[in-house]
């Protein structure tokens, strides 16, 4: 019996991750980039990323993208990057590097496969997962969040607009993949989350605003100083960048930033102002936000199901979301909405 992972598309989802050795990664960065480096591995879910430490205490990262990404969303995300250098210094990420020819990227061949390639400096600092969250770095999360997509509101690329399953405009398309979700309560729960958003919130899309946005605002994705963990230093992986509207960009940040204790849109609330500040939202969007935060985990947890059930290897990666994305939308879902949406608006002064 057919079943939808066997009909699928090829595509950076469906398709493993690229296999380089470190020994053949430090000769590709000698040849291509004329840089002696040690190679290490580090944890990526669709394509290969490696540390790389050089001499003068210089570090990089070489992200070599999945065969089945499409180029022109490579070429999107490399022109985005550039694009915040150029717009907005301030905003903490990565600088391309350039090849000996001067080029912004590279192709690294393997088994007959052509692997988009480039160059990343360095970030300092520590992952946001795992420090003490207080007021004050919620309101760095925001700040950041808010400069980098009022950086981004003004860029624009022809691959902007391509399909990818984290975008919160697909959540109803996950409805097929919902079997994968073992526990049957759970299952009930998301699919009941996934409904309501194709039935609520998907028709009044037209009057969102749309841009290009990061897209995944997450603790694994934000570093902070070694010294003081409110303050954020860096701003990793663009690679979920697409253009969709401001307002699911924002709810992702949020979702990640529910406490085990205490009201759990407090952290959310300190976020979201000083997100405002700096971009701000319009309160027909802003009221969406309570049931957006819940569509993103219930995208975790089916999206996190599937995969690890595709790649069992890559299992632990896939699923550290899971546990806290469970935990988070049943919290978030015993608030009255009226009430989490009252304490948005003070928040933002509306």
């Known amino acids: 019996m057919s079943t939808p992972e066997a009909a699928e598309a090829r595509s950076a989802f469906t398709t493993r991750a690229p296999d380089f050795s470190l020994a ?55 022109r985005a990057l550039e694009h915040i250098e150029r717009t907005v210094p301030d905003v903490p990420a990565s600088r391309l590097v350039r090849t000996l ?116 605002f997450n603790p694994f994705n934000l570093l902070v100083e070694e010294e003081d963990t409110d303050r954020i230093s860096g701003i990793l992986d663009f690679g979920d960048l697409v253009e969709t509207f401001a307002i699911y960009d924002l709810a992702i940040a949020c979702a990640y930033q529910v406490p085990e204790e205490g009201h759990p849109f407090e952290p959310m609330a300190d976020l979201v102002g000083a997100y405002h500040a700096v971009h701000p939202v319009p309160a027909l969007e ?32 896939i699923l550290r979301n899971h546990a806290k994305a469970r935990a988070a939308l049943v919290r978030c879902a015993d608030v009255p909405r009226e009430e989490a949406r009252a304490m948005l608006r003070r928040a933002c002064g509306l």
């Open 101 to 216: 020819d001067g080029e912004p990227e590279c192709l690294a061949e393997r088994d007959g496969e052509r692997h988009f390639t480039r160059l990343l400096t360095w970030l300092p600092g520590r992952p946001l997962f795992g420090t003490q969250r207080t007021p004050a770095q919620m309101r760095g999360v925001g700040a950041a969040l808010g400069r980098l997509a009022k950086g981004l509101f003004t860029f624009s690329h022809p691959a902007a607009t391509h399909e990818i399953v984290w975008d919160l405009r697909h959540a109803p398309g996950l409805l097929v993949r919902t079997h994968h979700i073992a526990d049957p309560e759970l299952r009930a729960r998301v699919e009941g989350v996934f409904a309501r958003f194709r039935d609520a919130i998907a028709p009044r899309e037209p009057s969102l605003r749309a841009q290009v946005v990061h897209n995944d």
């Open 24 to 78: 053949e990664i430090e000769t590709l960065v000698r040849e291509r980039y004329g840089i002696d480096t040690a190679a290490s591995m580090l944890t990526s879910e669709r394509d290969l990323t490696v540390r790389l430490d050089a001499a003068g205490a210089r570090r990089f990262v070489l992200k070599i993208a999945n065969a089945a990404e499409d180029r022109a969303v490579s070429e999107f995300q490399n």
């Open 286 to 317: 802003l009221d969406l936000l309570p049931d957006l935060v819940g569509v993103r985990q219930a995208m975790t947890i089916a999206v996190s199901e599937w995969r690890a059930s595709r790649y069992p290897e890559n299992a632990s990666y």
